[in-house]
């Protein structure tokens, strides 16, 4: 089956301007994602979606395709990424490219296990799904929140279950990692959105792997993290 990746990286942050080309222990944040793609035997192609010319001129420096800049309406705080890969799908066909396959890899999660991609590629080529997605356990766990109401009030979140205080009691709970979606290009054709009925969840545990870059603080702690456990693009 034919892959494409696509790396989504938009120019326009507001909480954390530039992070995409800013230096992520020595190398530009976006850069890890493309290193990590191109070393992906199962990749066929990596692209990466861009509306900033700097974003482009960093891609093109690792050796990545950047075929042009995407459009102001795709560019926006409300555009979604599954619009985001659906244009790219579409504009790929309309030159003759098609791919059985569509890879998302938000570079806002840097560091990756190939491990978690084989063991996707596995769900996909047993065709026991149609889409997988990385996934992290919940902490804390949402036994444990509370809606906070006028006056102080507090509701319980988990929907009046009772409040457990001992977390080994507790179910497992996973919530969206936000660092890897692999799903069947027709599916999302078809569905519109990363999460079709038959979606699995691999399960991305490690300190590193579940971090999600939107503030300065994010920044921080990713990147503390990643030199603690010495992780490398």
């Avoid at 560091?111 to 997605?133: C, G, K, M, N, Q």
Wanted: with cysteine; proline share 7%; hydrophobic share 40%.
């Amino acid at each position: 089956m034919k892959t494409l990746a696509i790396i989504p990286a938009r120019g326009g942050s507001k909480r954390l301007p530039g992070k995409n080309t800013k230096r992520f222990l020595g190398v530009p944040l976006i850069a890890w994602s493309i290193r990590f793609a191109r070393r992906q035997q199962r990749f066929d192609e990596v692209i990466v979606s861009t509306d900033a010319e700097e974003i482009a001129d960093a891609s093109r420096a690792e050796g990545v395709d950047v075929p042009y800049l995407r459009p102001a309406a795709l560019a926006s705080d409300t555009a979604t990424s599954a619009a985001v890969v659906l244009d790219i799908l579409a504009r790929e066909r309309r030159i003759g490219n098609t791919f059985d396959l569509v890879a998302l890899l938000q570079p806002t999660s840097p560091v990756r296990e190939p491990s978690r991609w084989t063991e996707a590629f596995a769900y996909i080529d047993r065709d026991v799904t149609d889409a997988v997605i990385g996934v992290a356990p919940a902490h804390p766990h949402p036994n444990y929140a509370f809606h906070w109401e006028q006056g102080g009030k507090l509701r319980s979140f988990a929907d009046g279950k009772q409040i457990t205080l001992r977390s080994q009691d507790l179910p497992p709970v996973v919530y969206v990692a936000g660092n890897m979606y692999l799903i069947r290009s027709t599916v999302l054709e078809a569905h519109g959105g990363f999460f079709p009925p038959r979606t699995v969840g691999v399960l991305c545990d490690q300190p590193c792997e579940a971090v999600d870059i939107d503030t300065e603080a994010d920044w921080v702690a990713a990147e503390a993290l990643a030199k603690h456990y010495g992780k490398s693009p």
